[in-house]
């Protein structure tokens, strides 16, 4: 932390504030606790939180039987997002991932509320099998996921008030391959040495957080589901990009797949914080509307229909050449047969 680029007082607000939200979006209930693995890992999350195992849960796998093209689904409006770098963003490692405090200043346009910016957090595997993304397409897992958490701040004072209603929050989701080296992820990855155990704090300075995102803001899934982690609130508008972006598989691996801790610096039983990714949920009646046509579908519709339009091509010129040869047999018949007729006229007149 740069004590020059950085006023203490501001510091102290933020972190008031940041404790405030961090309190009330983890909502500890009774002291309860859970995990990804062990006696409190997923299976048991429905005990002690019940929305768990409920309806309209979270990740979900996008496979085209439940794909539906919807033609009012816009590019989304991202504003405020590109933040001064003499504002800092608070990075914090909750135990379950690392969470970076966002500004009220950015927040969606274009969805039917304004949903006003709170935080970003990742989700990722480990360094043997790098596939820890929560939402999955056609079965496939990607490397990492990218959520951007915002409240309905049309309606809601707060992400507090707004976390357990229908219509309280939208989530950005990125999907995360790896690639080539990804400098605006680096921006938060570098301060991960920082962040390396339960409750250490660190400060990252602003930049344009729409980096983060994929280019094509037009091309995305949408579907009404829930937070991935307890308490599963059935409270997310979910936004997943078509297109993943790209890290390096040295900052995938280094950064994300071994660098962190679940558990304090004095810890004797030190837990590592990888395959940090809920299970693919039950996806009932829904439907999952996309913003895109579905480029394989209809390339797959297309060849159908082209291999079957060769098919009856080649089956009526098969027919055809049948017919003809059926036809000159015939005609041959018909020549030859008055010639023998004429023959055996002939001989039996003979
Ligand atoms: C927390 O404790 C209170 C009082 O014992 C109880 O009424 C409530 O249901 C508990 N909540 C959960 C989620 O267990
Ligand atoms: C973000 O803000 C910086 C500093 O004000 C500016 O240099 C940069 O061009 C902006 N980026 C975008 C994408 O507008």
New binding site residues.
Partial sequence: MSAKSFSIVTAAAMLILFQKTQLSVQAPLNGSKWSYIGPDGEKTWPKKYPFCGGVFQSPIDFHNDILQYDTTLLPLELVGY?V??TDHFMLTNNGHSVRMSLFPTMHIRNLPFQYTATQLHLHWGNRNKPEGSEHTVSGRHFAAELHIVHYNSDKYPDVTAAIDKSDGLAVLAILIEIGPFNPSYEKIFSHFQNVKYKDQVALVPGF?I??LLPDQLDEYYRYEGSLTTPPCYPSVLWTVFRHPVKVSQEQASLTLETALYCTQPNDPAPLEMVNNFRDIQEFDERLVSVSFRQGVVLSVVLASVLGVIIMLAVAFWLLRKKNCKKEREDNRRVIYKPAFDKEDDNTSKV
């Fill in positions: 590109n001064s770098s344009d729409q980096e």
